[in-house]
């Protein structure tokens, strides 16, 4: 933003004191989220070495999330957002302490990790579009791009705090005790939300059935094509590409002989790069080009996925997935800002809520596919042609870039977010949020077009 400096227009949603409550309870928990995954991750792999049932832990607990993320999402738009939020957050934080009280006993058995998985997933199911749907409602329009990215920030260096102090602790204590840490770190959350002075008006007492809504919800993401493709992306990237953290365990034990603690350090690494991508997105003063920006963050993931299959050693492996991490966030939270400003208003729960299927829904079947394919071909092989199709679905993405540009253009000036070319002369550097702006050659978007 013209007259900031770098650090006001990094973090100009701060001013917000909504979001600052919220960003803060979110850091110590997600932190806390970080731990209790790299931990599950190496208690399934120890308890039974294989690379299968990680696979379906993993399964386990994000099919919920493919499932009932849509319901989610109706839910998110008929009702409080925060009050959805205190719900889901308590009982996630009473599943990770009976997840602890089952590890440190020295009871606990793979059934139990699947059980309590699946809970978990239910949560997350209601808790992942009603979070994407709060974040919007906590800052100005102008803000909104930078809180996301913000947020994906937040989430990112979580990411290397968390998985780092769970190596060390699994090493020493146990995976018990950052189940533990996981359950206290939700208190942070919870008071944050407690803290809040949000307003929520505008919901209905008087609701269709939640079969209507859905079909709502599809009627309007099916005839809306710079939605509906970006969806589709992103869901090929959660079947083929998110999948490849399910196997990190095996790329730690059997292809660099480290242990949890090599575990973490991989799992640091990929948020570290994730971190650096959020804050690149943060520090970006216009959404000019952003089109673009998710095409070459999907294709350089894909391809440091596959080298980092192929990456013969430990340190190589660890620079490759900085390069991953980037890609991955660069793209999401780019998606993740496309998605909520050309969502209308009144679905845009249930929008966020196919954003949350396509990653972290269609990962289950990725987990269990690529898992069953890891223990007859090799991890390896099996990560490399998931980063390769996520390659080449980039492309795809490409190829249809201009007709997705046509399409959004009007939909966005309708809405009066970004000013009309045509209008005052000073309109002429409007930041088009789709991708940069139209050329002066393209024809007007036919209705044909915007419809697919």
């Given at each position: 933003m013209p007259g900031l400096s770098f650090t006001a227009s990094l973090g100009r949603s701060l001013r917000h004191r909504n979001y600052r409550l919220y960003l803060t309870g979110q850091l110590v928990s997600v932190c806390g989220t970080w731990m209790q995954?790299?931990?599950?991750?190496?208690?399934?792999?120890?308890?039974?070495?294989?690379?299968?049932?990680?696979?379906?832990?993993?399964?386990?607990?994000?099919?919920?999330?493919?499932?009932?993320?849509?319901?989610?999402g109706v839910v998110s738009d008929r009702y409080s957002c925060r009050r959805i939020l205190l719900l889901t957050q308590s009982l996630a934080l009473v599943q990770a302490l009976l997840l602890a009280a089952l590890t440190i006993t020295g009871h606990v058995q793979v059934y139990h990790l699947l059980l309590l998985g699946t809970v978990l997933g239910v949560v997350y199911a209601f808790d992942m579009p009603a979070r994407q749907t709060l974040v919007n409602r906590l800052v100005s329009v102008e803000d909104l791009p930078n809180a996301i990215a913000l947020n994906s920030s937040m989430i990112n260096a979580a990411r290397i705090i968390g998985p780092s102090l769970a190596g060390i602790l699994v090493a020493v204590l146990g995976e018990g005790?950052?189940?533990?840490?996981?359950?206290?770190?939700?208190?942070?959350?919870?008071?944050?939300?407690?803290?809040?002075?949000?307003?929520?008006?505008?919901?209905?007492?008087?609701?269709p059935s939640i079969a209507h809504a859905l079909a709502e919800g599809v009627r309007y993401?099916?005839?809306?094509?710079?939605?509906?493709?970006?969806?589709?992306?992103?869901?090929?990237?959660?079947?083929?590409?998110?999948?490849?953290?399910?196997?990190?365990?095996?790329?730690?034990?059997?292809?660099h002989n480290g242990g949890a603690d090599a575990l973490g350090v991989m799992m640091g690494a990929v948020g570290l790069g994730a971190l650096t991508g959020a804050l690149f997105l943060a520090r970006r003063a216009e959404l000019r080009g952003i089109g673009k920006v998710i095409v070459a963050a999907a294709v350089?993931?894909?391809?440091?996925?596959?080298?980092?299959?192929?990456?013969?050693?430990?340190?190589?492996?660890?620079?490759?997935?900085?390069?991953?991490?980037?890609?991955?966030?660069?793209?999401?939270?780019?998606?993740?800002?496309?998605?909520?400003?050309?969502?209308?208003?009144?679905?845009?729960?249930?929008?966020m809520s196919v954003f949350s299927m396509s990653l972290v829904g269609m990962a289950p079947f990725g987990s269990l596919i690529m898992g069953l394919l890891a223990d007859r071909f090799g991890a390896p092989i099996v990560v490399a042609v998931g980063g390769g199709s996520c390659a080449v679905a980039g492309l795809w993405y490409a190829r249809l870039?201009?007709?997705?540009?046509?399409?959004?253009?009007?939909?966005?000036?309708?809405?009066?977010?970004i000013p009309d070319p045509s209008g005052p002369a000073e309109t002429s550097d409007a930041a088009v949020i789709a991708v940069e702006e139209t050329e002066p050659s393209d024809p007007a978007p036919r209705e044909s077009d915007r419809l697919g």
């Open positions: 995954q790299v931990a599950l991750s190496w208690l399934v792999y120890r308890l039974t070495g294989s690379a299968a049932l990680l696979g379906a832990v993993g399964f386990a607990s994000q099919i919920p999330i493919f499932a009932l993320s849509p319901i989610g005790f950052c189940f533990l840490l996981n359950a206290v770190s939700y208190l942070a959350v919870l008071w944050a939300l407690l803290a809040m002075d949000v307003s929520e008006s505008g919901r209905h007492t008087h609701h993401i099916a005839g809306d094509a710079p939605i509906r493709t970006l969806l589709i992306l992103l869901g090929t990237f959660g079947l083929l590409g998110m999948p490849y953290t399910t196997l990190m365990p095996v790329f730690a034990a059997k292809v350089g993931f894909g391809l440091g996925v596959m080298a980092f299959a192929a990456a013969p050693v430990f340190s190589l492996s660890l620079a490759v997935l900085l390069v991953v991490g980037f890609c991955w966030m660069v793209l999401i939270a780019a998606a993740n800002t496309v998605l909520q400003a050309l969502a209308a208003e009144r679905v845009r729960g249930r929008v870039l201009p007709r997705i540009r046509a399409a959004a253009l009007p939909v966005l000036i309708e809405r009066g977010i």
